[in-house]
């Protein structure tokens, strides 16, 4: 690998696996390295990115993080990511490393593809790619197709070509990486764990090595500096997509959908998150996440839900002018009924 170029590290793992969490806890051990963040999530609501500028990093300011807001970035490469790593490698003082945490929903595939752009190739190289997984979720089965419901769908419209669409894109994502982070540790237990590795073992032909951590927390020096200069070895890691449209007909994320609602203050949070939890399981929202304005308290309620587990914290005050309000961001199936989960959120305010 030429030492020259700027290593480039790309976070990838499904809808709240913990990218995030890990990044942040990456920026408070990284030591003098300055780090420039590119930042990619699904839906129009820019939590990731205000979650990693409120962790006060000295060595990625404000300025060094940069968020991607016109749609997964595996499908915005050339307009989107390309014009912004140019710019970041303009910059008079370069970073010493580039971190990028795709969308929950982003094949990293073309993503790692675009660093063998000229302008791109000669300037930085991927360090690796790292999948994190939510351990959890795997031993729920959240990643297990449900062949027969598959098997129905597809003797009902015979143009599907594909298996559940949120099985193949773990295996994509896991397709892709040099290191696998198996997150939430802490949510099951050892044998679980084991069957856990098992799995993602078996969801991909490569042999990447896997790690164990809970709330991301892994050393900087585990993750950066893994010098595999991934982009030299795309072609043994094509995603579903790319198997079946060798003709390059273009990717899309039409199987899922996200939606703002907004609301006013909430009274009481612990009911407003019990009642999230019902609607959720109703139906079966994968992620949701926002800032909730809760009423007579100087602090913003940040919360997390990925499936019905839901966290909540005040993580800061409201500033002086800012806009209060309650705005939470969806993700779902596309099948998912948009109008009815919107109903019943805004029915609880
Ligand atoms: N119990 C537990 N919770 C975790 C762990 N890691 C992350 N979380 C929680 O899981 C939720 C999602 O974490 P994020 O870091 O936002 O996940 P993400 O992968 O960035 O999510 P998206 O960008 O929406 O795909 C948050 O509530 C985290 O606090 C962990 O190891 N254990």
Known sequence: ??????????????????????????????????????????????????????????????????????????????????????????????????????????????????????????????????????????????FADDHDAVEAARSEDQSLDHESPIEELFEDQLTCADLIVLNKTDLIDVAGLGRVRDEVAARTQRKPVMIEAKNGEVPAGILLGLGIGTEDDIANRKSHHELEHEDGSPHDHDEFDSFVVELGPVADPAGFVEALKSIISAHDVLRLKGFVDVSGKPMRLQLQAVGSRIDHYFDRAWAPGEKRGTRLVVIGLHEMDQGAVKAAIEALA
């Open 1 to 142: 690998m030429n030492q020259q170029k700027i290593p480039a590290t790309v976070i990838t793992g499904f809808l709240g696996a913990g990218k995030t969490t890990m990044i942040r806890n990456l920026l408070t051990n990284a030591g003098g390295k300055k780090i420039a963040l590119i930042i990619n999530e699904f839906g129009d609501l820019g939590v990731d990115g205000e979650v990693l500028k409120g962790c006060g990093a000295e060595n990625c300011s404000e300025d060094d993080i940069i968020e991607l807001t016109n749609g997964c970035i595996c499908c915005t490469v050339a307009d989107d990511f390309i014009p912004t790593m140019t710019k970041l490698l303009e910059r008079e003082q370069r970073p010493d490393h580039i971190v990028i945490e795709t969308s929950g929903l982003a094949l990293p595939q073309p993503l790692v593809a675009a660093f063998n752009w000229p302008d791109i190739r000669t300037q930085v190289t991927v360090d690796g790619v790292i999948t994190v997984v939510d351990s959890a979720a795997v031993a729920a089965g959240r």
